[in-house]
């Protein structure tokens, strides 16, 4: 077994499908029918990653968040929960609230001024006397499925859906381990992409661009790993492991030098780097055994709950249907890619990054290289959200190739000289991302049908 194979403990539970059926034709990408059939066979049947428990840290406080043709408000209720409601005012239509976030002791329509409470109830209605019968009687927001785990909300418009445990399936164990729930979050930024949604998804469910979109990466990573270490689970859901601390062998060759970035990592955990100069391969285990001897006395008492590929491997997660979630020892990367209300080929991408500093010190790792943002956040210190068209500002190096490329395929798609893809082995998760879409929009409509079936013979 070579040094960055994963040990079965840590391998997920084995899953074969059958993938020589997959068909990605670019209608995909482009057709209002194809897009309508994801929004109502998907997109509102699914768990959903969408807001963050700490940044409403009082009853009172909300956040607003658009996916596709809704708007959701996650608001924090006197009880200390999250309840999440549909953005619309039962009385005519308008949406309730344009911020993304605030506090409210009330929302209050800015049509007519219905208010009603945070828990949904409406309590308020201009000239009660001209209704027919009372409107706080009958109405209240609509509420929506709301679960919180790792510090992130999620929601589900589908009523009768698996609970967020059972869609996340081996996730769940390994993501609550880092104990996520209060890092705070230290780069927020969404960019409008003109391409569809699933453009930037096919992308983080392959490795085969890393040496030529990030030839950078392989100066800190290991990247032998894209041929075949990566799992796939039937929730749809995908795992790769990054080997960190680790010069390229594919790259230098079986004697490679020390990187500059490995020698900082050393440095941080009071190794020398004069010691591995002969034999770099071994910093990473030595990285590894010196974060688990001094980790929880310096503040990260979570490394305890840790497997070691975890104190120096960025964990890369497919999370089905549109986040790519990349954890390191300290800090959880976020990109997620949201539908727009009505285009196919416009999405929103939005990169946060999530980082734990220890009370002692300053600034947050960058879960790429593993190293310390001076400046960058900190306990409490959030930073505002930023909101633009890509390309008007830098989202950093490696979002920037990516979304280039993205932006690229979409045109791509469009041309009569395209059919459809070739894919190797080793973008065989991008085969089962699109197959897991096709399931789960089939097992809506059958669904749907039983539902009519049944409907049908009551009546009768
Ligand atoms: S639409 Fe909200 S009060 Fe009239
Ligand atoms: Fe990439």
């Given at each position: 077994m070579t040094a960055w194979q994963v040990e079965p403990s840590h391998q997920w539970?084995?899953?074969?499908?059958?993938?020589?059926?997959?068909?990605?034709?670019?209608?995909?990408?482009?057709?209002?029918?194809?897009?309508?059939?994801?929004w109502e066979g998907m997109w509102t049947k699914v768990w959903l990653l969408m807001g963050r428990a700490a940044q409403m840290p009082e009853p009172g406080d909300y956040q607003a968040e658009e996916i596709g043709p809704e708007s959701v408000i996650m608001v924090r209720q006197q009880s200390g929960e999250i309840r999440s409601f549909y953005n619309v005012c039962q009385h005519r239509g308008s949406r309730l609230t344009f911020a993304e976030e605030g506090s409210v002791s009330r929302f209050v329509c800015p049509y007519h001024s219905w208010e009603y409470e945070t828990d949904g109830s409406l309590v308020k209605v201009q000239d009660v006397e001209d209704f027919a019968e009372d409107p706080c009687a009958t109405k209240r927001l609509v509420e929506i499925r709301t679960e919180v785990f790792a510090g992130f909300v999620w929601i589900n418009m589908n009523p009768e859906a698996e609970t967020l445990q059972e869609f996340l399936g081996?996730?769940?164990?390994?993501?609550?381990?880092?104990?996520?729930?209060?890092?705070p979050r230290v780069t927020a930024l969404t960019a409008r992409v003109d391409c569809n949604w699933k453009i930037i998804q096919d992308n983080f469910c392959e490795s085969y661009h890393l040496p030529s979109v990030h030839p950078q990466l392989?100066?800190?990573?290991?990247?032998?790993?894209r041929y075949s270490d990566f799992q796939m689970s039937q929730q749809g859901h995908n795992r790769m492991i990054m080997p960190g601390a680790t010069p390229s062998i594919t790259q230098y060759g079986e004697s490679?030098?020390?990187?500059?970035?490995?020698?900082?990592?050393?440095?941080?955990?009071d190794l020398d780097p004069a010691d591995f100069v002969d034999d770099p391969l071994a910093a990473r285990r030595a990285i590894q055994q010196q974060m688990r001897a001094l980790g929880p006395e310096r503040g990260h008492a979570h490394y305890d709950n840790l497997h070691d590929l975890q104190l120096t491997?960025?964990?890369?997660?497919?999370?089905?249907?549109n986040c790519s979630v990349t954890f390191a020892a300290d800090g959880v990367l976020l990109q997620r890619m949201r539908p727009h209300a009505t285009?196919?080929?416009?999405?929103?991408?939005?990169?946060w990054y999530y980082g734990f500093t220890p009370a002692s010190e300053k600034g947050v790792l960058d879960v790429a290289t593993n190293i310390r943002i001076d400046g960058a956040g900190g306990p409490g210190g959030e930073v505002e959200h930023e909101v633009f068209d890509f390309g008007d500002r830098s989202m950093g190096l490696i979002p920037?190739?990516?979304?280039?490329?993205?932006?690229?395929?979409?045109?791509g798609m469009r041309s009569r000289g395209f059919t459809e893809p070739v894919l190797a082995g080793q973008e065989d998760r991008v085969a089962w991302f699109h197959k897991?879409?096709?399931?789960?929009?089939?097992?809506a409509k059958s669904n749907r049908a039983s539902k009519n079936n049944r409907a049908i013979r009551s009546e009768n």
């Open positions: 539970p084995q899953f074969d499908v059958d993938l020589t059926d997959v068909s990605i034709t670019a209608d995909r990408y482009l057709s209002a029918e194809f897009f309508a059939s994801e081996p996730l769940w164990n390994e993501w609550a381990a880092y104990e996520p729930d209060d890092w392989m100066e800190s990573h290991e990247e032998s790993y490679p030098p020390l990187p500059e970035v490995l020698q900082e990592r050393l440095r941080r955990w491997d960025s964990h890369h997660y497919n999370l089905f249907p285009d196919p080929q416009k999405c929103l991408f939005d990169h920037d190739q990516d979304l280039s490329i993205a932006t690229g395929q979409q045109l897991k879409i096709d399931i789960t929009i089939n097992q």
